[in-house]
């Protein structure tokens, strides 16, 4: 846990590399005002880039005077208890009955009694169980029935057995909005078989950086598109706003997310800062929320990410002035993942600026939550968050609860179709499911007109991919990242093997699964599935846009080799650049991530039985093909001299294109590591910046020579010229941590053959009175740290010394050398007065910590 911590707020600290103190200059607006101001008059003055919107279900005053009533009967306890939201390992119902909790949720991975194979009926017990609890009023409190929320962002991907959609980069290339309505139904009716309120979907992003590890939760980096789609996903998800059944049986609450611009961050890091305009943020990354809110969405999420290095968890302008007030949104807005602890100044159990901010409801998942609701407390308590403030968030809360019904509509198993196993991976889902596969598939190449093909052939269908349910559903499927999955995990769905064997034998023909790609007689023609692995946020990030599948050209070079037609079906969650793989195919198509239902693919690359066109291809990029594999920007309107496959390409059955060979060249320049890499030599060098978080997290770019912060104080000081190193001086009031960081990657891991090492001299004049950690960062979850406590505990007073860690050691721990955000950075709690000079990378160096 505390490695999840620290990496949360070293992700904090590297949003705002380089923008500490950005003015109005950078953001393009005026400062805000009070900050716990929730009047359009006390807020700032909104651009006229905004446009004035209204929320498509419109307030009834009837609802509004029920939720006077309740304000006026709640004690500030239970109010500040509806602002917290608790995921179910963290919480029990007798939690929620104590506490008035207002929200619960489930993370990825998580499941009722920790049961990954938990039925309908366990997780409709659950519900029953915290709902009753929230309806207790047995220490005189007032019944307000939680709400249960889920990441069901592809279907109700943590359920066994329900349908799981193709991720949205696949749904985009369908061009089709009123399936994405028809998907959002079906997710909700499954959704609320098990009892759950509320779905945190849809993702609005327009991803304009690849490398981002959720790109396949965009739908386009067009944002014209995504504002087609969110609206339709929210009316089928809630229903149509004006319709009898809104929010009523088979529909939930949806969410728009990540508010805002989180496809937007610079070098595509997960959780990153978007630097960008103003007009550029309206322009391309809120489109998608204004069709939402016209849709009537309910909830939006704020985004991990920041704007011009302001916290979205702690931007007012954006939350309460553009959102609430100008965009007209009037249901409530949720924090991500423990994402208040960010801010400026915030912790994970304290942070009353993203209330004041317009924050309505703390997602707080571990158990430290109840010391964030004791110092929630104390802060309304004594105005710091003031009334008004704290009535317009539970006002929010409430007015939400009441539009869904929840007050009447009893426990989640009274509800109509609560523990309707038939709805999970229902036929009709299932159908539009295997339509959306179909819809989805794009054709990049079909030399020879190779595609469709014959049922009844002899049919070598190779690759890990081929009969893998879990790959070809990518992340959040089952469990947060896709993995640890087998097929039996996924009853009821079919994989792409599935479907094509299901084909060719009922037409006569044969079909051989053969991962290896080996077979004893000749195949007519060979379908090669293969791709990414599953993966979600943080995880997802690269460093460049090269496909590392080595073993997978191999194979499909060994085919060609033998004259035998070669089918790649390519599994992806971004564009990547496949141009040899693509090369040593006759055709190619790209699958991406297509879900439970498989099969869809055999209904598009194989004839009918009367030999004629089955289903052409419907699908159309929506996102631009690289040419190459360096990370370049490759987005609709720019130049299409680095696309491969520009925006909006697709081939068809009526085609007739013969793809020429593509070049071969990646256009990466390789290293061996072989020269030392300076990070810090008299300054820090590019593209890294001195950084500090102090023990209050608050975040700073240090670029003046004395600088005293919480727990911490740095001086620039002479060792052989003037002011050619660091002296860091803790004082121990608390976790602090300095160190070198940036907002692109370094490819560090081609020291890791060279004995390479984190190298750097180093002076203590105080020895710590406390653990300290020498780390490297390449993202939230991704980084390792290695204690050098004993060293420096083991160093002569006012003496230097050369220190090499060892990054294989780094690497076995964790940290992704090929994509390093921080090569170098020392945390501690304790006292320390330590000064460093000249940090580099080497090889070839003896290192004084090893590990194994």
């Not at 609860?401 to 889902?429: Q, T, V, Y």
């Amino acid at each position: 846990m505390k490695k999840r911590i620290l990496l949360g707020v070293i992700s904090g600290l590297i949003a705002g590399a380089g923008l500490a103190g950005c003015s109005e200059s950078s953001s393009g607006r005026k400062a805000a005002a009070d900050p716990s101001s929730n009047t359009a008059g006390g807020g700032a003055e909104v651009s006229a880039h905004w446009p004035q919107l209204h929320s498509g279900i419109a307030k009834d005053p009837a609802v509004e005077a029920r939720i006077d009533e309740l304000l006026g009967k709640m004690s500030i306890e239970e109010k500040v208890g509806q602002m917290i939201q608790v995921e179910i390992r963290a919480a029990t119902p007798d939690d929620v009955k104590q506490y008035h909790i207002g929200s619960i949720l489930n993370g990825g991975g998580a499941f009722p009694y920790d049961n990954k194979h938990a039925s309908v009926a366990d997780w409709v017990a659950l519900a029953d169980a915290y709902y009753n609890a929230s309806m207790d009023t047995s220490d005189g409190g007032v019944a307000i029935p939680m709400i249960w929320g889920t990441d069901a962002v592809h279907g109700h991907n943590n359920v066994i057995g329900a349908t799981l959609f193709p991720h949205n980069i696949a749904l985009g290339a369908a061009h089709n909005p009123e399936l994405l309505r028809e998907i959002g139904a079906a997710t909700a009716a499954e959704v609320s078989a098990t009892g759950i309120d509320w779905v945190f979907a849809p993702t609005l992003a327009v991803v304009r950086d690849d490398r981002w590890g959720r790109t396949y939760e965009s739908y386009s980096e067009d944002p014209e598109l995504v504002r087609d789609y969110g609206g339709k996903m929210v009316e089928g998800m809630q229903g149509a706003a004006g319709a009898e059944d809104l929010l009523q049986g088979k529909h939930v609450i949806a969410t728009a997310k990540h508010y805002l611009a989180d496809g937007g961050t610079l070098n595509g890091i997960d959780r990153g800062d978007a630097i960008i305009s103003e007009e550029e943020l309206v322009r391309l990354h809120a489109q998608g929320y204004f069709s939402a809110i016209e849709s009537g969405v309910q909830t939006v999420m704020a985004s991990f990410s920041s704007w011009n290095g302001e916290k979205m968890h702690g931007n007012k302008y954006l939350m309460t002035d553009v959102l609430k007030h100008r965009l007209g949104f009037d249901g409530f807005i949720v924090g991500d993942w423990a994402g208040h602890q960010f801010v400026n100044g915030c912790s994970n159990v304290s942070c009353p600026q993203s209330i004041n901010a317009g924050l309505d409801m703390f997602m707080a998942p571990d158990p430290s939550w109840k010391e964030l609701y004791k110092n929630t407390l104390a802060q309304a308590k004594s105005g710091e968050i003031s009334p008004e403030r704290l009535d317009d968030a539970v006002r929010r809360i409430l007015r939400v609860k009441i539009r869904a019904g929840l007050f009447e509509n009893g426990a989640p198993s009274a509800r109509a179709f609560a523990a309707d196993e038939s709805l999970i991976g229902a036929p009709a889902h299932r159908a539009i499911a295997r339509q959306a596969v179909r819809e989805s598939l794009v054709l990049l190449k079909n030399n020879g007109n190779l595609l469709p093909l014959a049922r009844n052939q002899r049919v070598l269908v190779a690759g890990d991919g081929a009969d893998n349910i879990g790959k070809q559903s990518g992340g959040w499927s089952i469990t947060w990242q896709g993995t640890g999955n087998q097929n039996s995990d996924f009853p009821g769905a079919t994989s792409v093997y599935g479907g094509i064997a299901e084909v060719v034998q009922a037409a006569g023909g044969v079909a051989e699964l053969s991962v290896d790609g080996s077979f004893e007689q000749k195949p007519d023609v060979a379908i090669v599935v293969f791709g990414e692995d599953p993966y979600a946020e943080m995880q997802g990030d690269v460093s460049h846009l090269d496909y590392k599948g080595e073993a997978d050209l191999v194979l499909l070079q060994k085919l060609r080799a033998q004259n035998i037609p070669v089918v790649s079906l390519f599994i992806t969650g971004r564009p990547l650049w496949v141009n040899p793989e693509i090369n040593a195919s006759d055709a190619f198509v790209t699958i991406w991530q297509p879900g439970t239902e498989g099969a869809g693919v055999a209904d598009v690359i194989f004839r009918n039985a009367a030999g004629e066109v089955n289903h052409d291809f419907k699908g159309k990029l929506t996102f631009s093909w690289p040419n190459d594999a360096q990370p370049t920007l490759r987005n609709r309107g720019d130049s299409d001299a680095h696309a491969q496959f520009s925006y909006g390409y697709g081939l068809n059955y009526v085609d007739s294109v013969e793809v020429a060979a593509l070049s071969e060249q990646s256009g990466l320049t390789a290293t061996d590591g072989e020269q030392a890499l300076a990070v810090f030599n008299g300054r820090a060098l590019d593209p890294w910046s001195f950084q500090v978080t102090d023990a209050g997290n608050h975040h700073s770019v240090i670029s003046s020579s004395v600088v005293k912060l919480q727990g911490i104080s740095v001086q620039s000081v002479d060792r052989n010229v003037q002011e050619d190193s660091r002296r860091l001086q803790w004082n121990g009031e608390g976790n602090a941590i300095a160190g070198f960081f940036a907002n692109s990657r370094t490819d560090l891991s081609s020291y890791l053959g060279n004995r390479g090492a984190l190298v750097f001299d180093v002076k203590v004049d105080a020895a710590p009175s406390d653990a300290v950690n020498l780390g490297i960062y390449c993202g939230m979850d991704c980084g390792a740290e290695q204690s050098i406590t004993e060293l420096l505990k083991g160093a002569v007073p006012g003496e230097w010394k050369t220190v090499a860690v060892d990054l294989q050691c780094l690497a076995d721990a964790g940290a992704k050398l090929d994509m390093v955000l921080s090569p170098f950075y020392v945390r501690t709690a304790g006292a320390l007065d330590m000064t460093v000079h000249n940090i580099h990378i080497a090889s070839n160096a003896d290192a004084d910590i090893r590990c194994g």
